[in-house]
């Protein structure tokens, strides 16, 4: 049980988070995130689901044999097989929890489970009776709660706190809740739910209408004690609530907040950064705490009042969230001692190889750059270390373009070990490169998106292409870096067709959306 000024982290980045359109992470990618959730200070994380695929199994066993500190939960449908094969993922964790739901609005029991409300009922008494025969740490979510009858909602807690649900979970599914009501729905289950002092009450909002960020901090006013969050608010359609917007509420407004998180706040950036990487999903310049612009100040008068005292126009320091600036300055001279500490205190811990393979990147970098920057850092831990498992790898690449030819690009790639070259034309030299490549590797993959940013300033800055491809109705995201523009084009292709190569070798099945 936690005390009454303590809220509970529950983050969902690596299950609901990864619902994200394009967002599918390999194992590997998943135990890199779930160790730094440890890092941050997350009470529990939510590793993923395990009866989707056999991928989704072997991830989340992964991370319930490697932390040492967090629980690890493992979402599961109401159903004996999900169950029993959530059990197997979790069960060396060191403090392992299964989360299993049902929905138990009347649209959702009429039209989705074509069940009435006593099967529902029974159906959920009978999953939590099986999960708490495994373990006491058991979380009941009753799924669409915000628009389910007030009064079955509270029948259906009283009668799963008393099957074993040491968490019941009243989650804004859709994201149609109203603060207001929100609040008031919460206050009625806590008030009509005769043994809910014996659990703990979570919930789990979207961002549908913008609000989940509100509603979870209304639902703790309110008395719940755990909240469901994903770093950046990643989520399936609008995403969910932020974990960094929830913690630094409570955190920069103690006195109407007076809960506090376990959540060591120097992490939060570190981690924002480490999610987006992996994901290949950016974060707006303009978001809340993590954002590119949540510091900056250009208008004169701001400018001018910052330099006087921080305070006013930031409500929070960067340091707090983990921006501080390093004075150490790393260049073509940095030795890899030096780098390996830099890393460590961005919150990386690579291994002895990965270190190995950075700092080569890294030395060819210093020969285009004067300056690296922690954004170039990251980048090159991405590309070094957090990619998928690659079928297609560029070897050389070279591309004949201006207003007087007629854009040509010449590639050779690696296609499992096997080296393959070949040149085509293009209406541009990024149209060259991707036509070329897509005649290489066979693909048919459709080019949905197509995006490039700068990772720092300066005319010599590594360019960062995002690219989202779809293939037989199957996306997903590719990321590539380098100070040329056209080579990390061609890389976040690669990138995004090794991603898809993924997903038709595991494919996931979805459970319902929370």
């Not at 949905?448 to 700068?454: H, N, P, Q, V, W």
Request: net charge negative; aromatic share 6%.
């Amino acid at each position: 049980m936690t005390t009454n000024d303590q809220i509970i982290i529950f983050d969902t980045t690596l299950r609901d988070g990864e619902q994200s359109p394009g967002a599918s992470m390999n194992p590997a990618e998943k135990l890199r995130i779930a160790t730094q959730l440890e890092k941050l200070g997350v009470d529990v994380i939510e590793a993923g689901f395990p009866a989707a695929s056999e991928g989704d199994f072997e991830a989340v066993k992964a991370i319930a044999q490697t932390l040492k500190i967090s629980q690890i939960a493992a979402l599961c449908r109401a159903s004996d097989d999900d169950i029993n094969r959530g059990w197997e993922a979790i069960k060396n964790a060191v403090n392992p929890r299964i989360h299993t739901f049902i929905a138990t609005s009347e649209l959702h029991m009429k039209y989705k489970l074509q069940m009435e409300k006593e099967a529902v009922l029974e159906q959920a008494i009978k999953s939590v009776q099986l999960a708490a025969s495994y373990t006491d740490n058991v979380e009941f979510s009753a799924e669409d709660g915000s628009r389910s009858d007030p009064s079955f909602l509270c029948k259906v807690f009283e009668a799963v706190i008393d099957a074993g649900a040491t968490t019941v979970n009243l989650p804004d599914t859709v994201g149609y809740a109203i603060p207001e009501e929100y609040g008031e729905l919460i206050k009625y289950v806590i008030k009509n739910t005769p043994n809910m002092d014996k659990a703990i009450l979570s919930v789990h909002c979207h961002n549908d209408l913008g609000l989940a960020t509100s509603n979870t901090l209304t639902a703790i006013k309110a008395g719940a004690r755990q909240v469901e969050v994903t770093i950046n608010g990643i989520g399936e359609r609008a995403g969910n609530t932020s974990l960094e917007e929830v913690v630094m509420s409570l955190n920069t407004r103690p006195n109407f907040f007076p809960q506090t998180t376990s959540i060591d706040t120097t992490r939060i950036y570190p981690t924002s950064r480490l999610v987006s990487m992996i994901t290949g999903i950016l974060v707006q310049p303009n978001r809340a705490i993590v954002g590119a612009n949540a510091f900056a100040h250009e208008a004169g008068i701001h400018q001018d009042g910052v330099l006087k005292n921080p305070m006013t126009y930031e409500i929070m320091k960067p340091e707090t969230i983990g921006l501080a600036k390093n004075n150490l300055v790393l260049g073509k001279h940095s030795g890899r001692h030096a780098l390996n500490s830099h890393i460590q205190e961005m919150g990386y811990d690579l291994s002895k190889e990965e270190l190995n393979t950075v700092f080569e990147k890294f030395k060819r970098l210093t020969d285009k750059k004067k300056s690296i920057q922690d954004e170039d850092i990251e980048a090159l831990i991405n590309e070094g270390v957090l990619r998928s498992s690659e079928v297609f790898s560029l070897e050389y690449i070279h591309v004949l373009s201006g207003n007087t030819v007629f854009p040509t690009a010449s590639i050779q790639l690696n296609i499992n070990g096997r080296p393959v070259q070949g040149a085509t034309e293009g209406s541009g030299p990024i149209d060259a490169v991707y036509n070329i490549i897509s005649k290489l590797t066979g693909t048919k993959s459709e080019l949905l998106r197509f995006t490039i940013s700068a990772l720092t300033e300066g005319t010599d800055a590594q360019g960062e292409v995002t690219v989202r491809l779809q293939e037989n109705g199957i996306v997903a995201l590719g990321k590539g870096t380098d100070p040329d523009i056209i080579t990390a084009s061609a890389l976040a292709y690669i990138n995004g067709l090794n991603r898809l190569e993924y997903l038709k070798e595991h494919p996931v099945v979805r459970p319902e959306n929370l």
